[in-house]
């Protein structure tokens, strides 16, 4: 048999894993391309040579060209292309992962068909965030209004910290310069931290729409995930970076995100976060390889890649 052209993909225990890959990594107006297992960024400044398994997203902004080699590298090393707006702060597109079962996928499937489980898992998510309360018996109105009173206290706490005048979260999504300089920083750190959630999701194999908390949109899971660590990591980094009163408040915002994330374990602690809540009862080490299989009704399932004629009755 003839073989198939390109480069083969690397073997899944050759890849470095999702949680110790880098974050993410920004480019705007520039070419990039492949040299060996390499994505390269080239402008008139010069090439960057960037590792492409070590990297988990690579978030493509305006002015970007990307061959064909290049995404060929960065599927087959499970890395994630994130194609997004000015300053990284719209959301467009994203590449595949290298996800090879669908057993988280289909755990958040059922967890999220199911009102109790759906129930749980939100109840979860707020008690990540609650340390030390009881979130047991709180209804999801009741949740909403502990985080909304949590969050109002925590802009206070770090607009005191940091000498700057709060009103409230305000932006255009379609205007990113509309916002004053602390929204404009919030925009642009959370829409990194989105950037690195969305990742580890699919590189997961899991589902970015399929939200316990938010719905109705395609990155629903995303947002739910990313607010587990919004007052540990892009809060309090908005907040400094708009006290220093920068001429570009997103390029400083997205490497200052950068620089507190690497090496932070944000990753691991994504990734282990997503397995807890769906699959609470696996070992963190359990093999999601290949498997496919035939559903055979109810709760059983066969093995796919088998003729079954002889063993059906007609």
């Not at 009881?134 to 206070?156: C, F």
Request: hydrophobic share 40%; charged share 25%; proline share 4%.
């Amino acid at each position: 048999m003839r073989e198939i052209p390109g480069t083969r993909p690397a073997d899944l225990p050759d890849l470095v894993r999702a949680e110790d890959r880098m974050s993410f990594i920004y480019l705007e107006r520039c070419a990039i391309h492949r040299d060996a297992n390499a994505i390269t960024a080239t402008d008139e400044r010069g090439t960057v040579h960037i590792p492409a398994a070590s990297l988990g997203a690579l978030l493509l902004g305006p002015g970007t060209r990307v061959t064909h080699q290049a995404m060929m590298l960065l599927a087959d090393g499970g890395s994630t292309a994130v194609w997004v707006g000015e300053r990284g702060v719209r959301y467009y597109a994203h590449g595949r992962s290298l996800a090879r079962s669908a057993r988280l996928l289909e755990a958040q499937a059922n967890a999220v068909s199911n009102q109790s489980s759906r129930l749980r898992i939100a109840r979860e998510m707020y008690a990540m965030r609650f340390p030390g309360e009881d979130t047991s018996g709180l209804t999801m109105q009741q949740l909403r209004g502990r985080e909304g009173a949590r969050v109002r206290s925590l802009y206070r706490e770090h607009a005191e910290a940091n000498g700057i005048e709060w009103k409230r979260r305000q932006y255009d999504a379609q205007d990113f310069a509309s916002g004053d300089p602390i929204n404009q920083a919030l925009s642009a750190a959370h829409t990194c931290l989105y950037g690195i959630v969305h990742a580890v999701i699919v590189a997961l194999g899991c589902a970015p729409g399929l939200g316990f908390v938010h719905t109705g949109h395609v990155r629903s899971f995303v947002y739910d995930v990313a607010d587990l660590y919004k007052a540990d990591i892009t809060i309090p980094i908005a907040f400094e970076i708009a006290a220093r009163g920068s001429e570009d408040i997103g390029a400083e915002t997205r490497r200052a995100v950068r620089d507190a994330v690497h090496g932070g374990s944000i990753l691991s602690r994504c990734a282990k976060d997503i397995r807890n809540l769906l699959l609470p009862s696996e070992p963190e080490e359990a093999d999601y390889g290949d498997v496919l299989q035939l559903w055979d009704g109810g709760d059983r399932s066969v093995v796919a890649g088998t003729n079954y004629d002889e063993d059906v009755p007609w």
